[in-house]
C-alpha cells in the first residue's frame, strides 16, 4: 500500500505527526559520513536527503530547483525509504556522538531527534489508517491550494515548472486513487458522511471547466511576469503559448483523473462504514493511545484525557456566568448561549467589515508585543480569506508560515463563507490564536531561529504549538485586550471549544459516540453556531486526537507561568519567560518543563 501528503513533512507535522512528505526514488541517504565531529552537519545532511526526496516540501521552504516542477513519489517504497532514512540518522547519530560532549543546544536537538525517531517509530504500524479524501484534506483540494498559494512565477521557468505541475496532475492523482481504493477495500475509509462532501468538491471543480481555480491562478501569473526592455513581443508570444498549453495540460492529464477520482468516491460511497470512530479499524484502540501520545507529547489515557475535558467544562461555565450576570442577562447559561449565536449584533453583514475589524485588533496587538516580548519575528504576517475553491469545506481559520527566505509571508486565512459562522464575539481571539502574539510570532521566530538544525525550524509537536495558540488567547487578556465584555465572552467560548474538544474526541474514538452524540454534547455545551459544531464534529472524527493537544498544551504552559511566578516572585519576567519558551522552538512538553525550570534556576 502507497500513502501520499501533498504538503511538506516538516509543515505537516506541526498538526499531523503521521504526515510526512512522500520521498523521490532517487533519494540519497544522509550526509552523515562525512568526517566532521559537529552534530549539526549530521543534521543538515539528514534534512538535505529529505528535501532531495520532497520538491514540495523544497517549494515550502522556497526553493526553485530543478524539481521544482514535480511532484511527490507515491509508492510504499517511498514511505520505507523515509522511514529507514530517519531511523539510519539516529543510529548514526548515536554512534557518533555522546551527549556529555556536546553543547547545551546540541545536547537537546539529540534529545529531540531520538524523540521524533520514537513518535514516528510508534505511528509507523498505521502508516496506512489515514484517510486520503476526506471533506478536508486530499489532492482534490490540497493540489489547487499548493499551486496558488506555494508555487511561485518570477520567470518563464517558474511558468514553465508550474505547467509541468498541471500535467503532473493526472499521474499523481492516479495514484492516489489506486492507494485509496486498495485501503477502502481493506475496510480503512471515512464514514459515509463524508463522501458528499468530498463529491460536491470534485463536481464543483469539474464544473468550472477552463475557468477553474488553477487555469485562473496560472493566467494571473504569467500574465503579471516582468518585462524587461525590449523583451514585451517575446514574452507576450512566451505567454500565449503557456496558456495554450496549461489549457491542454489540464483537458488531457488533470481533468480525466479528477472524473476518474469523482467515480471512485462515488463507489466508495456505496460501501462506507456507519460508524465514526476509529475504534473500528484493527487495533483502533491502540492506534488512538499511539495518536494521543503523539499530539500531546503525554501518557495520558483517553479517560484521563475526557475528565480533564469534563473539569475545564465545568470552570469555564462559571466564568461565562459571571459574564452574563455583568452584561444583566436574565436567564440560563443555555438561553445565553441562545442569545449570542443568534442575535444579529453579534454577526457581520460583509467580508470588508470583518478583515477591516481583524486588521485593526492585530494592528493593536503587534504594537503592544514589545512589552511582554523580547524576540520578535522579521517575517511579516497578512490576513486572507480562505478562497472559494476550499471554503466551503475549509476549516474556520488556519495559519501558514513564512517561507525562510522571506519570500512568502506567514499567512492567517479566515474562511468567511458563511458570515453567520465568523462571530464578532470571537474575532479578537481568533486573531490571537492564529497571528500575533499566537502561530506567527512562535512559528515566525521559528523559521528565524537559523543556528538551530532545519528540523527543529520546520517540525513541530502539535501540543507545544497549538498549546501556544490557546494560551495567547488568554494572554491577550493579560495584555489588556477585551474591553468588551461579548469579546472577553468569546474567549472564553473559544477555550470552552477546547475543552469540549478533549471529551467530544475521546467520547468519538474511544468511548463509541456516534457523530449525533458528538453534535448533541457540543450545541448543549457551546454558544457556538450549529454549523460551527457540525463542522468541528466531522473535523474531530476524520482528524483523530489532533485537537485534545490544544488544551492540555495549554495547561501546561499556564503551569509553568504560575510555577515560575510563585518561585522567581519579583525577579519573575513575562518576557523572559515567553522567549524561554519560543527560542528553543517546539519541544515535547516534558522538556519545555525542563527548560522552564532551567531558566528558573539561572533568574534565581
Given at each position: 500500500?502507497?500513502?501520499f501528503?501533498?504538503?511538506?513533512?516538516?509543515?505537516?507535522?506541526?498538526?499531523?505527526?503521521?504526515?510526512?512528505?512522500?520521498?523521490?526514488?532517487?533519494?540519497?541517504?544522509?550526509?552523515?559520513?562525512?568526517s566532521d565531529?559537529?552534530?549539526n552537519?549530521?543534521?543538515?545532511?539528514?534534512?538535505?536527503?529529505?528535501?532531495?526526496?520532497?520538491?514540495?516540501?523544497?517549494?515550502?521552504?522556497?526553493?526553485?530547483?530543478?524539481d521544482?516542477?514535480?511532484?511527490?513519489?507515491?509508492?510504499?517504497?517511498a514511505d520505507?525509504?523515509?522511514?529507514?532514512?530517519?531511523?539510519?540518522?539516529?543510529?548514526?547519530?548515536?554512534?557518533?556522538?555522546?551527549q556529555?560532549?556536546l553543547?547545551?543546544?546540541?545536547?537537546?536537538?539529540?534529545?529531540?531527534?531520538?524523540?521524533?525517531?520514537?513518535r514516528?517509530?510508534?505511528?509507523?504500524?498505521?502508516?496506512?489508517?489515514?484517510?486520503?479524501?476526506?471533506?478536508?484534506?486530499?489532492?482534490?483540494?490540497?493540489?489547487?491550494?499548493f499551486l496558488?498559494?506555494i508555487?511561485?512565477?518570477?520567470?518563464?521557468?517558474?511558468?514553465e515548472a508550474?505547467?509541468?505541475?498541471?500535467?503532473?496532475i493526472?499521474?499523481?492523482?492516479?495514484?492516489?486513487i489506486?492507494?485509496?481504493?486498495?485501503?477502502?477495500d481493506?475496510?480503512v475509509?471515512?464514514?459515509d458522511?463524508?463522501?458528499?462532501?468530498?463529491?460536491?468538491?470534485l463536481?464543483?471543480?469539474?464544473?468550472?471547466?477552463?475557468?477553474?481555480?488553477?487555469?485562473?491562478?496560472?493566467?494571473?501569473?504569467v500574465m503579471?511576469l516582468?518585462?524587461?526592455?525590449?523583451?514585451?513581443?517575446?514574452l507576450a508570444?512566451?505567454?500565449?503559448?503557456?496558456?495554450g498549453?496549461?489549457?491542454?495540460?489540464?483537458?488531457?492529464?488533470?481533468?480525466?483523473?479528477?472524473?476518474?477520482?469523482?467515480?471512485?468516491?462515488?463507489?466508495?460511497?456505496?460501501?462506507?462504514?456507519?460508524?465514526?470512530?476509529?475504534?473500528?479499524?484493527?487495533?483502533?484502540e491502540?492506534?488512538?493511545?499511539?495518536?494521543?501520545?503523539?499530539?500531546t507529547?503525554?501518557?495520558?489515557?483517553?479517560?484521563?484525557?475526557?475528565?480533564i475535558?469534563?473539569?475545564?467544562?465545568?470552570?469555564?461555565?462559571?466564568?461565562?456566568?459571571?459574564?452574563?450576570?455583568?452584561?444583566?442577562?436574565?436567564?440560563?447559561?443555555?438561553?445565553f448561549?441562545?442569545?449570542?449565536?443568534?442575535d444579529?449584533?453579534?454577526?457581520?453583514?460583509?467580508?470588508?467589515?470583518?478583515l477591516?475589524?481583524?486588521?485593526?485588533?492585530?494592528?493593536?496587538?503587534?504594537?503592544k508585543?514589545?512589552?511582554?516580548?523580547?524576540?520578535?519575528?522579521?517575517?511579516?504576517?497578512?490576513?486572507?480569506?480562505?478562497?472559494?475553491?476550499?471554503?466551503k469545506?475549509?476549516g474556520?481559520?488556519?495559519?501558514?508560515?513564512?517561507a525562510?527566505d522571506?519570500?512568502?509571508?506567514?499567512?492567517?486565512?479566515?474562511?468567511?463563507?458563511?458570515?453567520?459562522?465568523?462571530?464578532?464575539?470571537?474575532?479578537?481571539?481568533?486573531a490571537?490564536?492564529?497571528?500575533?502574539?499566537?502561530?506567527?510570532?512562535?512559528?515566525?521566530?521559528?523559521?528565524?531561529?537559523?543556528?538551530?538544525?532545519?528540523?527543529?525550524?520546520?517540525?513541530?509537536?502539535?501540543?507545544?504549538?497549538?498549546?501556544?495558540?490557546?494560551?495567547?488567547?488568554?494572554?491577550?487578556?493579560?495584555?489588556?485586550?477585551?474591553?468588551?465584555?461579548?469579546?472577553?465572552?468569546?474567549?472564553?467560548?473559544?477555550?470552552l471549544?477546547?475543552?469540549?474538544?478533549l471529551?467530544?474526541?475521546?467520547g468519538?474514538?474511544?468511548k463509541?459516540?456516534?457523530?449525533?452524540?458528538?453534535?448533541?454534547?457540543?450545541?448543549?455545551?457551546?454558544?457556538n453556531?450549529?454549523?460551527?459544531v457540525?463542522?468541528?464534529?466531522?473535523?474531530?472524527?476524520?482528524?483523530?486526537?489532533q485537537?485534545?493537544?490544544?488544551?492540555?498544551?495549554?495547561l501546561?504552559?499556564?503551569?509553568?507561568?504560575?510555577?515560575?511566578?510563585?518561585?522567581?516572585?519579583?525577579?519573575?519576567d513575562?518576557?523572559?519567560?515567553h522567549d524561554?519558551?519560543?527560542?528553543n522552538?517546539?519541544?515535547?512538553?516534558?522538556?519545555?518543563?525542563?527548560?522552564?525550570?532551567?531558566?528558573?534556576?539561572?533568574t534565581?
Open positions: 500500500m502507497r500513502r501528503v501533498l504538503l511538506c513533512a516538516s509543515v505537516i507535522a506541526l498538526a499531523n505527526p503521521i504526515g510526512a512528505a512522500a520521498l523521490a526514488e532517487n533519494a540519497t541517504e544522509p550526509a552523515a559520513e562525512s565531529t559537529n552534530i552537519t549530521l543534521f543538515d545532511g539528514y534534512d538535505a536527503a529529505r528535501l532531495a526526496m520532497s520538491p514540495t516540501a523544497k517549494a515550502y521552504r522556497g526553493i526553485r530547483d530543478e521544482y516542477g514535480k511532484w511527490d513519489e507515491v509508492s510504499d517504497a520505507e525509504r523515509e522511514h529507514r532514512l530517519l531511523l539510519d540518522t539516529v543510529a548514526q547519530m548515536r554512534a557518533r556522538f555522546d556529555a560532549n553543547t547545551t543546544q546540541e545536547a537537546l536537538s539529540y534529545r529531540l531527534f531520538e524523540r521524533l525517531a520514537a514516528a517509530e510508534s505511528l509507523y504500524p498505521y502508516r496506512e489508517y489515514g484517510f486520503l479524501f476526506d471533506h478536508r484534506r486530499g489532492a482534490h483540494t490540497s493540489i489547487p491550494a496558488i498559494n508555487h511561485r512565477v518570477d520567470s518563464v521557468e517558474d511558468a508550474y505547467l509541468a505541475r498541471i500535467q503532473g493526472g499521474p499523481q492523482l492516479d495514484a492516489l489506486a492507494e485509496s481504493r486498495e485501503r477502502a481493506a475496510g475509509m471515512p464514514p458522511w463524508v463522501y458528499p462532501y468530498v463529491i460536491a468538491d463536481e464543483n471543480l469539474i464544473a468550472a471547466g477552463d475557468e477553474n481555480a488553477v487555469l485562473e491562478d496560472f493566467e494571473a501569473k503579471a516582468p518585462v524587461g526592455e525590449g523583451e514585451t513581443i517575446e508570444a512566451a505567454a500565449t503559448m503557456l496558456l498549453a496549461a489549457e491542454q495540460a489540464w483537458e488531457r492529464s488533470a481533468l480525466p483523473a479528477y472524473n476518474r477520482l469523482l467515480a471512485e468516491m462515488k463507489r466508495q460511497q456505496a460501501i462506507a462504514p456507519t460508524d465514526d470512530g476509529v475504534w473500528r479499524l484493527p487495533d483502533g491502540q492506534y488512538y493511545a499511539a495518536l494521543l501520545k503523539s499530539y507529547t503525554t501518557e495520558l489515557t483517553a479517560d484521563e484525557i475526557h475528565e475535558g469534563l473539569r475545564e467544562v465545568d470552570r469555564i461555565h462559571t466564568e461565562m456566568r459571571a459574564i452574563m450576570a455583568k452584561v444583566g442577562f436574565e436567564g440560563s447559561l443555555q438561553e448561549f441562545e442569545f449570542t449565536r443568534t444579529d449584533r453579534f454577526f457581520y453583514t460583509s467580508r470588508e467589515d470583518y477591516r475589524d481583524a486588521q485593526a485588533k492585530l494592528d493593536a496587538m503587534e504594537a508585543l514589545p512589552e511582554f516580548f523580547g524576540r520578535l519575528p522579521k517575517a511579516p504576517m497578512i490576513i486572507k480569506p480562505v478562497e472559494a475553491f476550499r471554503e469545506s475549509a474556520k481559520a488556519f495559519y501558514q508560515s513564512p525562510p522571506g519570500s512568502r509571508p506567514g499567512t492567517y486565512y479566515v474562511n468567511l463563507y458563511n458570515l453567520r459562522d465568523m462571530s464578532k464575539n470571537e474575532l479578537e481571539a481568533l490571537y490564536h492564529e497571528g500575533f502574539p499566537g502561530h506567527h510570532l512562535q512559528r515566525a521566530l521559528q523559521t528565524e531561529l537559523g543556528d538551530l538544525p532545519p528540523f527543529r525550524r520546520f517540525g513541530g509537536w502539535t501540543a507545544y504549538t497549538e498549546g501556544w495558540g490557546l494560551y495567547t488567547e488568554e494572554l491577550g487578556k493579560d495584555m489588556g485586550f477585551y474591553e468588551d465584555a461579548y469579546s472577553d465572552f468569546g474567549r472564553l467560548g473559544m477555550e471549544w477546547r475543552a469540549c474538544r471529551v467530544v474526541d475521546t468519538i474514538h474511544s463509541r459516540w456516534s457523530r449525533e452524540e458528538a453534535i448533541a454534547y457540543l450545541s448543549e455545551n457551546t454558544p453556531p450549529q454549523g460551527d457540525v463542522k468541528a464534529i466531522e473535523r474531530y472524527i476524520t482528524t483523530p486526537g485537537a485534545t493537544a490544544y488544551m492540555i498544551g495549554k501546561k504552559i499556564m503551569d509553568l507561568r504560575e510555577k515560575a511566578r510563585g518561585q522567581l516572585g519579583e525577579k519573575f513575562i518576557r523572559g519567560f524561554t519558551i519560543l527560542i522552538g517546539p519541544v515535547p512538553l516534558s522538556i519545555l518543563e525542563e527548560n522552564i525550570d532551567t531558566w528558573i534556576a539561572e534565581r
